[in-house]
């Protein structure tokens, strides 16, 4: 079966650097995309990787090796209004979009 | 402003009930979908419509029932719902249905209680 494994939940606090692992098992690859979700909002885009390597932008970097079957999501110089879920969703070779269960992250003075 | 608009927000209903929840995009998306968000649990796909055909039904019971009237619209109409279908229900719609590097946007869905 197909399978993308996140952490549950996170702790971290103001100003520091926080890395939220993603690993997937699919049936082929077409891209790994990682969504922010606030509590009670909808979940909006973060980025998109499909070759391996660092995507930066800003303060959060997204990581992938295809090989292992790995991701990662870089969150830099953390503020408070980064507490929220975060979501890893893998594309499968029939471009169905398999999802993880998410990360809640708290953020913590 | 998401671009994607859910109501009701809230809905609480009864097992004998029949409501809908409606989602609308502003966004120009050939492709519109939705999911059900249990806590803990990854996204659940039920409908896909692409080009206002469904070309997804993800084994979703009857009483679920999608309509898309134009690219711009979706449905869900719900009927004789049971206490575990309460979950939060999104919306979400893509420039396309399918191919690689295709972001959704979500509503910020309709919260369902089943009573």
């Known amino acids: 079966g197909q399978n993308i494994d996140q952490p549950t939940e996170m702790t971290a606090t103001e100003g520091a650097i926080v890395q939220i692992n993603c690993t997937y098992q699919?049936?082929?690859?077409?891209?790994l995309f990682w969504y922010q979700q606030h509590a009670g909002e909808a979940p909006t885009f973060l980025s998109y990787?499909?070759l391996d390597g660092l995507e930066e932008k800003g303060r959060f970097s997204s990581f992938l090796s295809r090989s292992k079957g790995y991701s990662y999501l870089l969150l830099k110089e953390l503020q408070m209004k980064d507490s929220a879920s975060y979501l890893c969703?893998?594309?499968?070779?029939?471009?169905?979009?398999?999802w993880g269960a998410g990360t809640k992250l708290i953020i913590k003075p | 402003e998401t671009g994607v608009t859910q109501t009701p927000r809230h809905l609480v209903m009864g097992m004998t009930n029949k409501k809908s929840l409606k989602c609308e995009q502003h966004?120009?998306?050939?492709?519109m979908y939705w999911y059900k968000q249990s806590a803990k649990k990854p996204l659940e796909l039920m409908f896909v419509?692409?080009?206002?055909?469904?070309?997804e039904n993800n084994s979703v019971p009857s009483r679920f029932s999608p309509e898309c009237p134009n690219s711009s619209h979706l449905f869900l109409h719900l009927h004789t719902l049971q206490p575990e279908d309460s979950a939060l229900y999104l919306c979400?719609?893509?420039?396309?249905?399918?191919?690689?590097?295709?972001?959704?946007?979500f509503g910020a869905g309709s919260r369902l209680t089943v009573l």
């Open positions: 419509y692409s080009l206002e055909e469904r070309v």
């Open positions: 990787n499909v």
């Open positions: 966004l120009g998306h050939n492709a």
């Open positions: 699919t049936s082929g690859f077409n891209g």
């Open positions: 969703a893998v594309m499968d070779s029939n471009y169905q979009l398999i």
């Open positions: 979400a719609s893509s420039p396309t249905g399918g191919s690689g590097a295709n972001v959704l946007t």
